[in-house]
Structure formats: structure tokens, C-alpha cells
């Protein structure tokens, strides 16, 4: 019995010990928005890896090379604190989407902390406590950060609070527990469980010519029946959300985004040929920056497999305008420019949400066995190649074979 009594006190000044240890811990902390990554991923392991390989931790000038690319050019240095940007000579309207953290303190040195650089760091999130739309009460434009209110003492999730379990007992753990953590978790799916999470960035910029940049198009995502963001970039894996958050960077979202289908028949003056294709998105295609576009091959062969005739040899958009899918921004002259100097639309000719567009060709050679058609998407065009190309890695200026299909004629 005494034994047991002995036990039992040690065990009770151990856990009172823990407790302390806990305490003292959690008074002696960094604010809420300066919670580095590498902290959350001390529990959240498989989460913490899926997002160091997205591109929401890959988001900054430090890491992104077409954005650092851009970034470099129209702002300057960004381990620099307090440049502005060449065009307007304001603060860096792009920090609010891609590093967050350093535009909610107004710092443009983006390796001074841990969460500048993270990017779109966990806190970047999971502080959001309400979003409120693109256009401020005087009618002027706020993104990113500027978009949504931020809570400074409870992470936001879209589940429920704490469910009343004792959680681990030690620092950092529980944080439906106010005891143990400090930054209890609020309940919040009203958020969290619809697109307006993401559109504060995602759905569009407006640049100082009023001319909306990387813009997903007009689309209802996430009211009524339309699908969330959130259902098709953070799915369900091994029983968590997936913070991996593929997109335009990841080769097998984007070959899931179109179905192509192809016929071809001979008729008087030719081979007639028609190609569908359908955006099974619910937002435009490609989406992101003006730069990303879609192009469409088509090439018919002989008996021996070589190529007779294509749509176009050298530049599609002069050859064959209808088989290039892009937002086109030019300068008031009609000159291609970068996405932050664009004064006007050129031409918008993206696949809508849910679009099927079938497009004619007819193909006036003899010999013709075998049409194929096939479908490339750049992330970055040939201008843009031509004008910071020697500052990105070679895999993302090739183009990705999104789908390919093959006719044959009797």
C-alpha cells in the first residue's frame, strides 16, 4: 500500500512538474502571425511535408523563380527592407498573396523571419478569421492579406473546437485546450469550408491601369452546387486535408483539367478535321498569370509516319491564332507587356468553366493516313521566355503535353 501511495505522489509531482513545464512555456511566446512552419510541423508531420513541397511554401521571391524573376525586375532586391514598386512607387502589392506574413507587418526584407520567407505559411491560413471581399468601404482594391480579417489569439480551422478529450500533455499540444496551448483552436467552416479561403489571392488582381491580372474568370466557385477550391486542391489523403495543394505547377492536375477528342473523315477538298475540348474546371483555363496559355498542335501523316501538314511551324498565334488559350494583355499599342504594366485586355481566349469548344480544321493534302492532335500548356510564354529565361530552370520553360489523340483514316 505504501508502495502504491509512493507511486502514486511520484506520478502526481511528475504531472504537476508537466504541467508547469507547459505553463511556463506557453506565457513566453512569439505573436500568433510569427509562428514558424517548422513549429506546427512538429506534430503535423504529414502535413508539414505535403506543404514544403507546395508551391503556397515555394510562394516568395526567394523561391519562386518566374515570380523572383518578376519580382526582381518591377521591385527590386527582396532581401532589401523598404523598396517599392517601380510602377507605382508604393509598397509591393504582390507581397500581400505571396508572402503574407511580411505584408501584414509591412516588411519587404523577406529573410528577416522565418514566416517572410515561408510565404504562405501555416499562419498564413489558419489565422484567417473572416474574408471581406476584394474592394475596401472607399472603393480601392485590397488582396492577400488585406482581404481578410486575422485573429491574434485563436487558429482558425474548419472543424470543430477541442472535443472535450484530454489532449497530449505537453508544449504546444491541444489546442482546443487554453491550458496546455495558448492559441486554442476556433471552430470557423464557414471560412474554411468555401472559396472565399482562397479568393483573396487566387480570384484576381487589378493592376494601377485597372486591368484585372492573374484572374481565374467569373465563376460562382463554392456557392450552391458549384465545387470549392478546396475540392479539388486539398483532398482528402490518408485521412487529412492535403496540404500539397496541387495546381498550374503540378503536371497531373493540369492534364486532368481538359478532355480532348478528335475526328477526322475526307471530304471533297480535304481531310476534315474537328477537336473538343472540354474544361472540366470550375474556373477558366489556364488560370493564374496571363502568361500560362494552352497551345493546340495538329499535324496529319503519311503511309511512312511523316509529317505533312501542321496547323503551325513557328508561331501559333500569328499562324493559327484559334489554337492558342490565353489572357492576352498588351500595352495601349497592342505590344505584349508584363502582367503589372498591361493597360487593356487584348483578347481573352481561355477555356470558360465547364466549356466544350470544338474547333474546324481542314487539311488540303493528298496522303493523309493518320491526324494527331495534340495539347501543350506553358507555364511561362515565349515573350517572357525571351525576356527572363536565363533566370529560370529549364523544365518550366518546356511545355507539358496535356492530352494527345490520334485519328486514322481508311
Not at 71 to 80: A, I, K, L, S
Not at 199 to 225: D, F, P, S
Request: charged share 15%; aromatic share 6%.
Amino acid at each position: 500500500m505504501r508502495r502504491h501511495s509512493a507511486l502514486w505522489a511520484a506520478w502526481a509531482a511528475a504531472l504537476g512538474l508537466l504541467f508547469a513545464q507547459t505553463a511556463s512555456a506557453n506565457t513566453d511566446h512569439p505573436p500568433l502571425q510569427q509562428i514558424s512552419a517548422a513549429e506546427c510541423g512538429a506534430c503535423h508531420q504529414a502535413i508539414f511535408q505535403e506543404w514544403q513541397q507546395s508551391m503556397h511554401a515555394n510562394s516568395t521571391a526567394l523561391k519562386d523563380p518566374i515570380h523572383g524573376a518578376m519580382y526582381r525586375m518591377m521591385v527590386g532586391d527582396p532581401t532589401q527592407e523598404g523598396v517599392t514598386d517601380k510602377v507605382s512607387g508604393k509598397y509591393p502589392i504582390c507581397l500581400q498573396c505571396h508572402a503574407p506574413m511580411a505584408a501584414k507587418e509591412g516588411s519587404t526584407k523577406l529573410d528577416a523571419k522565418p514566416t517572410y520567407a515561408e510565404g504562405v505559411t501555416c499562419v498564413s491560413c489558419h489565422t484567417m478569421s473572416h474574408y471581406n471581399g476584394l474592394k475596401a468601404a472607399d472603393g480601392s482594391q485590397q488582396v492577400g492579406a488585406k482581404a481578410y480579417t486575422f485573429s491574434n489569439d485563436a487558429l482558425q480551422s474548419g472543424n470543430g473546437a477541442w472535443n472535450g478529450q484530454q489532449p497530449a500533455l505537453v508544449p504546444g499540444a491541444g489546442h482546443g485546450n487554453p491550458s496546455v496551448n495558448p492559441f486554442p483552436h476556433a471552430a470557423n467552416p464557414l471560412l474554411f469550408k468555401r472559396s472565399s479561403q482562397c479568393l483573396g489571392c487566387h480570384e484576381k488582381l487589378i493592376n494601377a491601369n485597372g486591368v484585372a491580372t492573374c484572374a481565374i474568370g467569373e465563376t460562382a466557385l463554392g456557392e450552391g452546387t458549384t465545387p470549392t477550391c478546396q475540392s479539388c486542391h486539398m483532398p482528402v489523403v490518408n485521412g487529412h486535408t492535403s496540404h500539397a495543394l496541387p495546381g498550374g505547377h503540378d503536371p497531373a492536375m493540369v492534364r486532368r483539367a481538359v478532355i480532348l477528342t478528335l475526328s477526322a473523315q475526307s471530304g471533297d477538298k480535304g481531310i476534315q478535321s474537328k477537336v473538343t475540348l472540354q474544361n472540366k474546371l470550375a474556373h477558366d483555363f489556364p488560370t493564374g498569370a496571363p502568361f500560362r496559355n494552352l497551345v493546340l498542335k495538329i499535324t496529319a501523316m503519311d503511309a511512312a509516319s511523316q509529317i505533312i501538314w501542321q496547323n503551325f511551324k513557328e508561331n501559333p498565334l500569328t499562324e493559327d491564332p484559334q489554337a492558342v488559350l490565353m489572357l492576352k494583355v498588351t500595352d495601349s499599342e497592342g505590344k505584349p507587356v508584363m502582367p503589372m504594366l498591361a493597360s487593356k485586355v487584348a483578347a481573352d481566349t481561355r477555356l470558360q468553366a465547364g466549356e466544350s469548344r470544338t474547333l474546324d480544321y481542314l487539311i488540303p493534302v493528298q496522303g493523309v493516313v493518320a491526324v494527331r492532335a495534340e495539347l501543350y500548356y506553358n507555364l511561362v510564354n515565349k515573350g517572357m521566355i525571351e525576356k527572363i529565361g536565363d533566370q529560370l530552370p529549364e523544365p518550366l520553360k518546356r511545355p507539358l503535353l496535356v492530352s494527345r489523340a490520334e485519328a486514322r483514316l481508311p
